[in-house]
């Protein structure tokens, strides 16, 4: 296929995934971009007769955008709202990695199954970060994908009504959400430039593993807690654009018996993803009792992953929000920053 047909063919698939992630989007479903990007590209790879790839510089600058993301989450006001009760949360975070190991293990019960594969695929929050690294770390990044976003669609659903139901959250008595529209656009693409340009080549000079996400991400990081980001984040088109880029990535490479190994994986990971969410709630419980948060904060700040749909029940249910985003967010450098360690573990002693 020359260089033009291989153009006009990926230009075809993004189109394709641009439109899917439209209409997931209109269904309100998680990280329809990503999503519309994998369907797009799982579409391509088993129809295509020859292989398309993603051009590198690409997915290199969707992994950055997606670590700045990430980084950016963190601020002076999320780390003062644990910084009392610094240790149980950090205990239970350390509590929520190593059941999300366990549950990698017990993946490795399905044949076709790595110790890596299944680990990443059960990490307990970051899944698009996740997902982004785990080929770069020896993963399968397709049934990585697909089992982080069932966990993650399972707890959107599941997660309002058990916040409800068993801990009395009462929808509406949170008021408004507070809407900080951030310094704008502008100011969003200089910080995300800066972060990329400054966080890769200093990842790869400092040999931090998985350089293009890891590095941004702690550029990011670095600025937003010395006050220096003035509260900029990625512009949503170009967070939108780097979902995508890592669907589709992830996507192209499927292949009919890679789709009929996820497919005999999925009852057993169903039982293991709905087990690993009520020890998370278990895990919950003990951060109530250890701290002063409710029942409900506790249980909010624990579940595992769905970060957004969490702080949207936190806001409308008149949870802690701050809480609850310290929380996770902790949980969430805690395993970007484990799995590259975690993967090198699980290679020496279990192998590939």
């Known amino acids: ?14 189109a394709a995934a641009l439109a899917v992630t439209l209409a997931l989007d209109v269904l309100d479903l998680p990280s329809p971009s990503l999503f519309g990007g994998l369907l797009a590209g799982l579409t391509r790879g088993l129809a295509g007769r020859r292989r398309l790839t993603v051009p590198r510089q690409a997915t290199t600058a969707a992994q950055g955008l997606i670590g700045v993301s990430i980084g950016a989450l963190v601020d002076p006001d999320t780390l003062e709202a644990i910084s009392r009760d610094w240790l ?7 509590g929520t990695l190593l059941l999300s190991v366990l549950a990698g293990l017990l993946m490795r019960l399905q044949p076709g199954i790595s110790p890596v594969t299944g680990a990443f695929a059960m990490v307990a929050g970051g899944a698009s970060g996740i997902t982004a690294m785990s080929r770069e770390l ?4 397709r049934m990585v994908a697909v089992l982080q976003y069932l966990r993650v669609l399972l707890i959107v659903v599941l997660m309002p009504v058990a916040a409800t139901v068993v801990f009395g959250a009462e929808p509406g008595s949170g008021g408004p959400t507070v809407d900080d529209a951030g310094p704008g656009w502008p100011a969003g693409l ?9 966080g890769i080549p200093l990842a790869r000079l400092l040999r931090i593993p ?19 980001s003035g509260g900029a984040d990625v512009p949503v088109p170009l967070e939108t654009a780097a979902f995508l880029v890592i669907g589709l990535m992830v996507g192209l490479n499927f292949t009919r018996d890679s789709l009929r190994t996820i497919g005999r994986a999925l009852p057993l990971a169903l039982v293991v993803i709905l087990g690993l969410i009520a020890a998370c709630a278990g895990l919950g419980a003990v951060l109530t009792v250890t701290t002063g948060a409710s029942a409900l904060d506790a249980y909010l700040a624990t579940t595992p992953g769905g970060l957004y749909a969490v702080l949207a029940t936190a806001q409308d249910g008149g949870a802690d929000a701050t809480f609850v985003l310290a929380v996770q967010v902790l949980r969430l450098f805690v395993m970007l920053l484990s799995a590259p360690l975690l993967a090198r573990w699980l290679r020496r002693t279990g192998g590939n």
Do not use: I, K, Q
């Open 190 to 198: 200089l910080f995300s430039a800066v972060c990329l340009l400054a």
């Open 210 to 228: 998985v350089p293009a996400l890891l590095g941004p991400m702690l550029v990011a990081a670095g600025l937003d807690l010395g006050g220096l």
């Open 88 to 94: 149980p949360v950090l205990l239970v975070t350390v």
């Open 1 to 14: 296929m020359g260089r033009g047909a291989r153009v006009g063919d990926l230009a075809l698939v993004v």
């Open 138 to 141: 020896g993963a399968d990044d």
